[in-house]
């Protein structure tokens, strides 16, 4: 138009009594603000969530009944002194054979006459807590590792990389059977052979995150600035990556307390006759067996599964709600033009 | 870059990860507290220290270890993995014979948890958060909860003993006959939903994330039938993630196996793994373990070939 | 009669921070073989209409009141069928990137035919000529060859071009184009734009140009509606809009055009951002930062007023009390045409 009619010149449009309302906070918000306000928005947006809350419940009386259910000692020292189960879990005899559930014994009792419900509760004990200890030495070792293949790249990323492909070409839960049964079963061989496992999948998405945030200006500007590579992963890169970390952490406790009561139920990891959930259902398996029409003594093989299958899928949920919020932060709303 | 020379790239890339596998399996049996004398020792004290050096030397323990590892391997590569103790029969014979049965299980589980997770999932994707997509996601996450021993210890007493639907323990007739599928269908099924609940998550996940995605506004905004933009437009692409986990997914069966033939007696390499470790049998759990871990790379090469065909994008990348 | 009328149109998000009104109250028309420019900051409603004109509003969007009418016949009352018959049949659609409009699986060929066999009936051998024809008339090289390439092969020109094609596919009376140059260099915003232009032209189709760029407006269209904040602020032909602007919105946009040889030692824009549409200021939405406003502003909303009559017979209008008499010290901008700064500045880029 301009070169039709000559230039159009502008005047009187002055705009300098107006306020600029929003170029102020646009700039006043820091990094470290906008992570804590980040987190925090995920902490309420799960205490929102009613079912993740009834999964954290399930998931802490299930805990908290295991680790009061009977006295825990170490080296002849009781640090623990409460036993909230009506029996002690591996006295037999306390009721009839395969007593139905009543009232004196609310799951039954199993092939011994020993109390189910005692065994249940205090079975809780090995798969939550080798779940954890599990969680927390994978989720460790693997943010490292995956950390500094992902931050370092290259030749050292190549490596790395093709050793993680050698773990993940083997089913954890085949490579865990193995462990245990070439070095035996126990507490601390079966939180080895898991943790073994474990770690591959967090390095794995750490470094993909890792890769996504070194393009991040703040990184580049932190390197640029001179800072040394090991505080910017720590100060910088983990903890704008950790929260699929974190996702992980909680589904994969679940995948462990599965994995342990499925070497349980094959017979390895702990001595028959433990209180273990998969060992109790290795252990009262062939009550299925009675034939049609006998009568299926299905207390022994529902209540222990049922734990199981309660604690993992609490688990899950809190796992699902917290992936949600990580995802509440990318959802856009589709309107404007 | 034509789709040959992308598939080439990626067999060589597997060879690596193959070696990986052998080495980490040979460790296995090597960093064991006692090795195989130590074992026969211990189960016969009578034996003189002399013929124990004797067994060392024949089974060749007395080599440095990467010597005995290209032994090992050179036997591995004729298909030559020794033999069973207990019934001095052939590992690779052994083998052989289970791993069909593992196979029909493996891929029945496969194709269970495809009928169910690929429908679930778009269904789920395009009711997202209403009440279909709540109640499919529910199942999805008890399907990943449920332990799966337990699972099929439930099904086997529901629905082959208590109402007799379904035959149960050792299949008696041939894996090719027809009423095989009465067999396999427990089993099948108690394979299959871990896997079925996992791919349909993602599934779900993937699909709401290509609806929102302008190629489908697009699509629609040619007047194409709301079918055609979700199973031709939408489907392909959300099918390309699912590929990138089905190695996964594949692996989760071939774990799922161990556990459920022993759940069902179902004669395959997962019963076979389980029985050779209660006998201590080294070389067929170690063969098993190489088994496993081949058949999983393979997979993953599978996988990124079917990727590759999916997505025209991978195949000019490499 | 228009070929389309659009009358009232109101479309709402349902959020969860709120109602949020992106169209409120919305009317125009367009002619047919009309280049009609749809202008305003980005979250001003545009986009919205365009997709409302397709009925391809999804939830948590509705389409609330009002009337669509093609040639007539309301597609707010049309089954899903009979919108799916107008949706790339009668009304054409181009996207604002090219690069995620067109599906990365499919070959662009087989992208343009579908819609050629869906609408005309045609089988695949014939659907594909025309491809092959339509990708030529865009103006890719080789179009035969081209035909069965994937979009990542694509430069991001030619993409823009294959989904010009595919929007003419089924020969539209209406084309609605969303920013079809913003995701391009500016020689290729060009090349683009012309083709546009030269393409409506030969086959009689009505366009509606949506644009944040008052340069792209004035390269192409005949009329334009200045929207801001869902409704539409200011209505004129392009020479008008751009020589005797009403609303202070279009002023605002024309000063905010960054200039070769302006003596200005800084850029204007207009302080501010387009208020929340949840919540919208009381009286004119555009008082917050308009240099005119008076309290007048803060209290009355302000209707959509004629100002005058257009060179061609169509009608100026502006949403602004200064036209009912309501302000008391008026507007205070002034638009001159300075000739011998015009002269200056070719004469500059001819030495």
Same mark, same amino acid.
């Given at each position: 138009?301009?070169? #039709? ?25 820091? #990094? ?125 990323? #190549? ?145 222990? +599964? ?30 404007? +033009? | 870059?034509?789709?040959?020379? =992308? ?41 003189? *220290? ?13 080599? &440095? ?12 590569? !004729? ?79 529901? @629905? ?18 027809? *009423? ?44 194409? &039938? ?17 590929? !990138?986990?089905?190695?996964?997914? !594949? ?5 799922? *196996? ?33 088994? !496993?871990? @081949? =058949? ?23 | 009669?228009?070929? /389309?009328?659009?009358?009232? /149109? ?191 032209? %030969? ?5 509606? /140009?949506?644009?944040?760029?008052? $340069? ?22 392009? %020479? ?72 061609? $017979? ?38």
């Amino acid at each position: 138009m301009s070169t #039709e009619r000559g230039r159009i010149q502008i005047s009187g449009f002055d705009t300098d009594g107006i306020e600029d309302q929003d170029s102020l906070d646009a700039w006043s918000e820091s #990094e470290a603000d906008e992570l804590e306000s980040r987190w925090r928005k995920i902490v309420s947006s799960i205490v929102r969530d009613r079912l993740a809350l009834g999964g954290f419940a399930v998931v802490a009386v299930m805990s908290l009944a295991a680790l009061l259910s009977q006295p825990i000692s170490v080296g002849g020292f009781t640090i623990q002194p409460f036993s909230i189960v009506p029996y002690d879990p591996t006295q037999t005899g306390v009721g009839a054979r395969y007593a139905a559930p009543s009232l004196s014994h609310p799951m039954g009792t199993d092939r011994l006459g020993r109390d189910l419900f005692s065994r249940v509760v205090t079975g809780g004990r090995y798969s939550i807590s080798i779940g954890l200890i599990v969680t927390a030495l994978a989720a460790t070792f693997g943010v490292i590792y995956g950390s500094i293949s992902g931050y370092f790249g290259g030749r050292v990323d #190549e490596v790395l990389m093709r050793i993680l492909d050698v773990v993940f070409a083997f089913p954890g839960l085949v490579l865990a059977l193995i462990l245990v049964a070439l070095f035996g079963g126990g507490f601390w061989p079966l939180v080895g052979a898991f943790a073994l496992v474990g770690w591959a999948t967090y390095a794995r998405i750490i470094r993909g995150e890792i890769l996504k945030v070194k393009q991040n200006e703040y990184v580049m500007a932190a390197k640029a600035l001179g800072a040394r590579d090991r505080s910017v992963i720590f100060r910088h890169v983990i903890p704008n990556a950790i929260a699929p970390v974190i996702v992980q952490a909680t589904l994969s406790i679940g995948t462990v307390v599965i994995g342990v009561a499925a070497l349980g139920f094959l017979g390895l990891g702990f001595d028959p006759g433990t209180p273990e959930w998969g060992t109790i259902l290795d252990a009262e398996s062939d009550t299925l067996a009675t034939g049609a029409g006998g009568t299926w003594d299905w207390w022994a093989t529902v209540f222990p +599964g049922l734990m199981i299958f309660l604690f993992v899928m609490s688990m899950n949920i809190i796992g699902d709600a917290v992936n949600d919020a990580l995802d509440a932060q990318v959802d856009d709303i589709g309107g404007g +033009g | 870059m034509s789709l040959q020379k =992308f598939i080439l790239k990626r067999i060589l890339a597997s060879v690596p990860v193959l070696f990986g596998v052998s080495v980490v399996t040979f460790a296995l049996m090597h960093i064991t507290p006692g090795d195989i004398v130590d074992q026969l020792v211990a189960a016969n004290p009578n034996v003189p *220290s002399h013929e124990a050096a004797r067994l060392r030397r024949e089974f060749g323990l007395d080599q &440095p270890v990467w010597v005995q590892y290209l032994d090992w391997m050179q036997g591995v590569l !004729t298909g030559d993995f020794g033999e069973v103790y207990s019934s001095s029969r052939d590992v690779s014979a052994v083998v052989l014979a289970r791993l069909p049965e593992t196979i029909a299980l493996g891929l029945f589980g496969w194709v269970f948890a495809i009928l169910i997770a690929i429908p679930g999932g778009i269904y789920a994707a395009v009711n997202k958060d209403q009440l279909g997509d709540t109640v499919s996601r529910f199942v999805a996450l008890s399907g990943i909860s449920i332990p799966n021993f337990w699972l099929g210890l439930m099904l086997m007493a529901v @629905f082959a003993v208590q109402l007799d639907w379904f035959p149960t323990l050792d299949p008696q007739t041939s894996l090719l006959s027809p *009423s095989m599928l009465w067999w396999l269908i427990l089993p099948g099924v108690t394979i299959g939903t871990a896997a079925a609940a996992n791919m349909m998550r993602i599934m779900r996940t993937s699909m709401a994330e290509e609806l929102n995605k302008e190629y489908v506004t697009a699509a629609r905004a040619k007047g194409l &039938p709301e079918r055609t933009v979700i199973l031709k437009h939408v489907l392909r692409n959300s099918l390309i993630s699912v590929t !990138t986990v089905a190695a996964f997914l !594949t692996a989760s069966i071939v774990a799922g *196996s161990v556990v459920v033939e022993t759940v069902f007696g179902w004669p395959g390499l997962g019963r076979e793994l389980i029985d050779a470790v209660h006998l201590r049998e080294i070389n067929l759990i170690l063969a098993i373990t190489l088994f !496993t871990g @081949f =058949f999983i790379v393979l997979a993953n090469l599978l996988a990124d070939i079917v990727y590759a065909l999916l997505d025209p994008r991978i195949r000019d990348e490499y | 009669m228009a070929l /389309l009328e659009v009358n009232d /149109l109101t479309v709402s998000f349902y959020t969860q921070e709120g109602v949020v009104t992106a169209v409120d109250n919305l009317s125009y028309t367009i002619e047919r073989g009309e280049k009609f420019g749809v202008v305003g900051e980005s979250g001003a409603g545009k986009s919205v209409t365009a997709l409302s004109l397709l009925r391809l509003i999804e939830s948590p969007g509705e389409i609330e009141s009002g009337e669509i009418l093609l040639d007539g016949d309301n597609l707010l009352e049309m089954t899903t069928e009979e919108i799916r018959q107008i949706r790339g049949n009668r009304i054409g659609m181009i996207f604002q990137d090219a690069q995620t409009a067109l599906n990365p699986v499919y070959t662009v060929g087989e992208q343009i035919s579908e819609a050629i066999r869906h609408h005309l009936e045609y089988d695949s051998e014939d659907a594909r000529e025309r491809s092959i024809e339509l990708l030529d008339q865009v103006g890719i090289p080789d179009a035969e060859n081209r035909y069965s390439d994937y979009p990542h092969e694509f430069s991001g020109g030619m993409q823009q071009r294959a989904v010009i094609a595919m929007a003419l596919s089924c020969d539209p009376d209406v084309l609605i184009a969303d920013e079809p140059t913003t995701a391009l260099d500016v020689t290729t915003e060009a090349k683009i734009l012309s083709l546009l232009e030269e393409l409506t032209d %030969e086959f009689d189709t009505a366009i509606q /140009l949506i644009t944040h760029d008052l $340069g792209v407006v004035a390269e192409l269209c005949d009329r334009v509606m200045v929207m801001y904040a869902g409704q539409a602020v200011e209505k004129a032909p392009v %020479e008008e809009l751009y020589y005797d602007p009403k609303h202070p919105y279009t002023v605002g946009l024309m000063s905010s055009i960054p200039r070769v040889g302006d003596d200005s030692d800084r850029l204007r824009t207009i302080p501010g951002a387009m208020p929340d549409l949840i919540d919208t200021p009381p009286g004119c939405s555009f008082h917050p930062r308009c240099p005119y406003a008076e309290e007048a502003c803060t209290r009355t909303e302000p209707g959509m007023i004629t100002t005058g009559d257009g060179a061609n $017979g169509s009608q100026q209008s502006a949403r602004c009390l200064e036209y009912t008499n309501d302000l008391q010290h008026g507007l205070g901008f002034d638009v001159t045409i300075d000739d011998d700064l015009s002269e200056r500045v070719r004469g500059e880029q001819h030495e």
